[in-house]
C-alpha cells in the first residue's frame, strides 16, 4: 500500500467504517464507523456496559451490516480473560431473539410467579439466565424455556450463533469455524502478540529490511488479502498474566504498545477494553464538574499509554448511579418530582481522546443490559 493506493481505495469509497448499530448511531457517524488499522480503546467503572458495548458496536451490528453486503472478508479474534465462550454464546443468543424475533419479555406459566425486588411479578425479561435454566420461581422450581421460544432459539442458533462462533462438540472441541475465534486462555502480552504475529505469516508476508549490526527489521507487510477486515478485542487489559517480572502497569503497557505495531504492519483493529480508578466519586471534583461529571482519560486506572496511543479513546458513565448524587447530566433531568430515575438505563459514553475528529463528545444511550442492546434514547 501507497499513499496513490490507498487514496483510490478512499475514492472508492473502501474506507467507509462498518455500522455500530441504531442504539449507537451518533458514535458510528462521529467516527466513521468501525474501520480497519484503527485502535479504539473502552473504559468504565465495573458493570456498567464495557463489555455490552464492544460486543454490540464492535461485532453484532458490524456483522449484520457486512452481512448485506459480504463485499469484503471479517474476521474477529475475541481475546476474553473474564467470560467464557458459551457465556458469550448465550448472551449473544439473547441480543438475536429480541433483534429477529422481538422477544424482550416472557410471560410466566399459570399460577407461576417469581419475587423481584419485592415485587410478584407473573412476567420476566428475556435474558441469558432465563435461556441457561437459571431462574426461579417462588416455589423454588427453574422456570423453563417455553416450547416456541425453544423452536426460534434453535434458529438462532443455527443461523446465528454457529455462523459467528462455529460449531462446538459436547467436549468444547472446534468442529466448524464461525467468524470469531474466541481465545479464553491467558496469555500474557507476548503471547497474544505470537499468536497474531503467526496469524499474519498464515495470511500475508512481512517486509524485512537489514539495519547495520542490529539485522533484519520488519518494516511492513504485504496481506494476501488487502481488504480484509481483522477486529482484535481484548476484555479486559488488566486480567493480562505479567510477564518478565512485570508490574500491571508495566504489562498493560506492553500490550498496548504490541497493538500499535500490529495495527501498524498488518492493519488490525483493536478495541482493548480496561476499568476506569475510583477518582470519579472524588467530593472536590463532583462539586466542581456540577451535571458535566464524566471519566476522562485521566481515569484509566494502571495506563496512560493507552489514550495516547489510542486513535479514539471511549468512555462510559452510568449517571443514575447513587454515589454521584446528581439530579441533571449535561442539561437533562435524571429524576422525576418523587426522585425516581426518569431513564433508569441511561448510559453516556464519551469520546475523550482522538487523532481523527474533535473532542471531547458525549452521547446518551439506553443499555438494555439483559437483551445486550442499546437503543436511542427518545
Not at 468501525?34 to 465495573?46: L, M
Not at 489510542?310 to 449517571?319: C, K, L, Q, S
Amino acid at each position: 500500500m501507497n499513499f496513490i493506493e490507498e487514496f483510490k481505495k478512499g475514492q472508492a469509497e473502501k474506507n467507509k467504517g462498518l455500522y455500530m448499530g441504531d442504539g449507537l448511531s451518533g458514535i458510528s457517524k462521529a467516527i466513521n464507523g468501525i474501520q480497519r488499522k484503527r485502535i479504539y480503546g473502552i473504559a468504565s467503572a465495573p458493570k456498567i456496559g464495557k463489555s455490552t458495548f464492544v460486543d454490540y458496536g464492535f461485532v453484532i451490528s458490524p456483522y449484520l451490516e457486512w452481512l448485506k453486503t459480504q463485499n469484503v472478508n471479517i474476521e474477529w479474534i475475541y481475546f476474553s480473560f473474564e467470560i467464557d465462550r458459551v457465556s458469550k454464546e448465550f448472551d449473544f443468543a439473547t441480543y438475536f431473539l429480541y433483534h429477529d424475533y422481538g422477544i424482550e419479555a416472557v410471560s410466566l406459566e399459570e399460577g407461576q410467579t417469581i419475587t423481584i425486588n419485592g415485587e410478584k411479578r407473573t412476567v420476566i425479561e428475556l435474558s441469558p439466565d432465563y435461556l441457561r435454566g437459571r431462574l426461579l420461581d417462588d416455589n423454588n422450581q427453574i422456570i423453563k424455556v417455553k416450547p416456541a421460544i425453544m423452536e426460534v432459539l434453535k434458529e438462532v442458533y443455527a443461523n446465528r450463533i454457529i455462523p459467528l462462533f462455529g460449531e462446538y462438540s459436547d467436549t468444547g472441541s472446534l468442529i466448524t469455524p464461525g467468524k470469531i475465534t474466541f481465545i479464553e486462555e491467558k496469555e500474557n502480552p507476548t503471547g497474544v502478540r505470537k499468536f497474531l504475529m503467526r496469524k499474519a505469516e498464515r495470511e500475508g508476508k512481512f517486509v524485512h529490511a537489514f539495519f547495520g549490526e542490529n539485522g533484519k527489521k520488519i518494516i511492513g507487510y504485504q496481506p494476501d488479502d488487502p481488504d480484509k477486515i481483522t477486529i482484535v478485542i481484548i476484555d479486559h487489559l488488566r486480567k493480562l498474566p505479567p510477564e518478565r517480572g512485570f508490574t500491571l502497569k508495566q504489562t498493560v503497557d506492553k500490550m498496548i504498545e504490541y497493538c500499535v505495531e500490529l495495527r501498524n504492519w498488518c492493519g488490525y483493529t483493536f478495541a482493548p477494553i480496561i476499568h476506569t480508578n475510583r477518582s470519579m466519586s472524588d467530593v472536590d471534583r463532583m462539586k466542581y464538574a456540577k451535571d458535566e461529571l464524566f471519566p476522562t482519560s485521566e481515569d484509566i486506572k494502571d495506563t496512560g499509554n493507552l489514550s495516547e496511543d489510542a486513535d479514539y479513546m471511549f468512555t462510559i458513565f452510568n449517571p443514575n448511579d447513587e454515589k454521584f448524587h446528581l439530579s441533571k447530566h449535561f442539561g437533562m433531568d435524571l429524576k422525576d418530582r418523587h426522585n425516581n430515575p426518569l431513564y433508569p438505563n441511561l448510559r453516556t459514553i464519551h469520546l475523550v481522546e482522538s487523532r481523527h475528529t474533535f473532542y471531547p463528545q458525549h452521547f446518551k444511550t439506553i443499555m438494555r443490559g439483559n437483551l445486550k442492546a442499546f437503543e436511542l434514547l427518545k
